[in-house]
């Protein structure tokens, strides 16, 4: 299964008090379609899966599969600390008709070699065998191996093993990986600030959180990329990277998931641990986004756009966002 573009990786909608909150899912599916998205990465980081029981993720996959109806590939994150319940959840997703399967290593106890990670894998992989399985490969779960060494390894024991979400900014591990077996493997870049730079080396497809509401801004990185204008790739890039610079000085995730409201899709609140932002500090995001003009960002090529004035403070293009 081949991509081309933009994934975006899907928030789990919630009610006030931090219950899962289906309603929105169709609502967010359409805005995904409608902004020239490839496919949608469901219950990751982004949807909060770590925070989700079971049965919650398998509601929220039910219901953002049967929303895409097959026009895009859909990929449902099944990772888990316990490998059973991961397992279970993989069964589900085949179950529902989801396109791929995808998992990150077990976080509290971690694997303590490439070996062992390669047997979480494999164990997880039997609750779907037939699915196309993408390992997500995040600093998040404290993933130190070579991720090239993973997938020359993972070939000879996972049959389904179809490629990595690769979510740290090691450029040069990308693009080996890339190259891995003559590009056998899917390979998904995931860090949003720095589509350029995976473009450069052959990225073809990324996944990334803030394409759920921020796609006309990448899409347009890859758009001048690609008919060979580097001046207007690295500008939008810039602007990418001016938003993100925002979001996470207003506290990461709960800021990411606020935007979701600002483009006029409200996905609630965070749930705890994370706490979610205060309608004040959602005002201040807002503002310190229109001083750098990101919502008339969204609107489409064939509509007036002021010019882009972005303050150089703001883009600091040789200097990746830490996450």
Partial sequence: MKFNGLVPAVFTPMHADGSVNVQPIPAIVDYVLANNCCGIYICGSTGEAASLTCRERMTVAEHYVAAVRGRIPT???????????????????????????SAYQPNYFRCENLDALLSC??????????????????????????????????????????????????????????????????????????????????????????????????????????????????????????????????????AFKAMMKLVGLDCGPTRLPLVALTDAETASLKRELEEIGFFSWLEPDDKPRRVMEVRSANIEQNQSVRR
């Fill in 75 to 101: 990929i449902v994150n099944v990772g888990h600390d316990c490998l059973a319940d991961a397992q279970c959840l993989a069964a589900h997703a085949r179950e529902i008709k989801a396109d791929m399967i």
């Fill in 121 to 254: 894998i494999k164990e997880i992989c039997r609750g779907a065998p037939d699915l196309p399985f993408i390992y997500y490969h995040t600093p998040r779960t404290g993933s130190g191996f070579d991720m090239y060494e993973f997938l020359k390894a993972g070939k000879e024991c996972i049959p389904n093993l179809a490629g990595i979400k690769f979510s740290t900014p090691n450029i040069h591990e990308y693009q080996e990986c890339l190259l891995c077996q003559n590009g056998r493997f899917s390979m998904f870049f995931g860090t949003d600030e720095m589509l350029l730079s995976a473009l450069c080396v052959g990225s073809k497809a990324s996944i990334g959180t803030s394409f759920s509401f921020a796609a006309p801004i990448l899409n347009r990185v890859i758009s001048c990329y690609r008919r060979g204008d580097m001046a207007g790739a690295q500008k939008w890039q810039g602007c990418s990277v001016a938003m993100t610079r925002i979001i996470f000085r207003h506290r990461g995730l709960p």
